[in-house]
């Protein structure tokens, strides 16, 4: 069952510099239990929109509708909202420390996001929960770590704390903002199975915004991919991680550092991920990318379905070019061929010349 949809959001933020185009008509649903994973670099709007749903973006002009539970968000008050937030949707952050109160026990401040919600809950009762939640996110001893202050857990154990307060009112859906990108390698891999675990055991939807593939791989039912504001592609985490069609996403995956590939060297996207205020003409993807036809120069590709029913793209190479093997790169070196005119052949020259693909080999490097 849908939980929420999302239509043709868009947020802009107008500054003195010009006008931020941050999110730019992005549609997706999230269901019941399921997982979406949100993936790109910086700067691609994944904060943002999650953010505006939850009015936490003052001042942007903001079009279109998100529908979770029947109710549109962006319709909704800052009192209505408030109630929304931590009870219905509760947020995990990337940071524990700055979003723990240092001078406050981590006992006492899941207790009053508790009782803040919930005036007919008693201290007693509000502390009894804050140690069953401790409990169930895997804090040892959380009858004595009740009583501790943040800087006293570890970076997990904090993480942990935060998940736990997410947990408290038994929310609909969680949005976890780079939660594990704080911590290293093993309490991560802790973190992610605890999320999977815990969205198992509730039932709660789960949104994870994160920059890095393989978190996506380990978590996600499904995928959206987003650049300069709008989805480039979405689908199943099968679609995504077996049959790429956008260069971005492809990008992304040869991005991913492989254990078993310790002699291969990593290939980055050349370039960076351009201003809101300063988007190119086109595909706002040209300038990175390497298949860039001449119409990719001026005309943005709407996204557009691609094999399965909920795989999409925007990019103008043939739904044909999905694919990571020696098939698919034939053909999107045929439609290079075809497409790739007068203009377009100027950025390739200037992304093959660029010190990033210089630097790195030519054969491609093994798939995760
Ligand atoms: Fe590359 Fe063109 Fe596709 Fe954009 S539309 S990703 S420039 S091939």
């Not at 401040?109 to 919600?117: D, L, N, T, V, Y």
């Not at 005036?119 to 001893?141: F, M, N, W």
Request: aromatic share 4%; hydrophobic share 40%.
């Amino acid at each position: 069952m849908t939980l929420l949809e999302v239509e043709n959001l868009t947020v802009s933020f107008p500054t003195a510099d010009g006008v931020v185009r941050a999110v730019r008509g992005v549609s997706f649903t999230v269901d019941s239990g399921q997982t979406l994973g949100i993936v790109g670099e910086s700067g691609g709007g994944k904060t943002v929109l999650t953010q505006t749903l939850l009015g936490l973006t003052p001042g942007a002009d903001v079009t279109g509708r998100a529908i979770f539970d029947g109710t549109d968000l962006l319709q909704l008050s800052e009192e209505q909202l408030r109630q929304v937030r931590g009870s219905r949707i509760s947020v995990i952050f990337q940071d524990p420390l700055t979003s723990l109160h240092p001078v406050y026990r981590v006992g006492w401040q899941i207790s009053e996001m508790i009782r803040a919600h919930d005036k007919t809950v008693t201290k007693k009762q509000a502390a009894e929960r804050s140690v069953e939640l401790l409990r169930r996110v895997g804090i040892p001893h959380p009858a004595q770590r009740v009583h501790d202050y943040p800087h006293q857990f570890s970076g997990g154990m904090r993480q942990r704390a935060m998940i736990a307060m997410a947990l408290a009112l038994s929310p609909k859906l969680i949005i976890a903002d780079e939660p594990t990108t704080a911590l290293d390698a093993t309490v991560q891999a802790q973190i992610l199975d605890l999320l999977l675990h815990l969205r198992r055991e509730s039932g709660t939807a789960l949104i994870m915004i994160t920059h890095d593939l393989g978190v996506v791989a380990d978590i996600a039912d499904n995928v959206m991919v987003m650049y300069a504001g709008r989805a480039a592609e979405t689908g199943t985490k099968h679609d995504i991680f077996y049959q790429p069609h956008h260069p971005y996403t492809k990008g992304l995956l040869e991005s991913i550092p492989n254990s078993s590939a310790a002699a291969d060297r990593l290939r980055p996207i050349p370039g960076q991920p351009p201003s809101g205020i300063n988007l190119p003409a086109g595909c706002k993807f040209h300038p990175r990318c390497s298949y860039v036809l001449d119409r990719c120069l001026t005309t943005e590709p709407e996204p557009r379905q691609i094999r399965g029913f909920a795989h999409t793209s925007a990019c103008w190479l043939p739904a044909t070019a999905a694919g990571v093997g020696g098939d698919a790169e034939h053909v999107r070196e045929q439609a290079v061929h075809q497409g790739r005119i007068g203009a377009a052949v100027e950025v390739a020259e200037a992304i093959a010349a660029s010190p990033e693909v210089q630097a790195w080999p030519t054969s491609p490097p093994p798939r995760p």
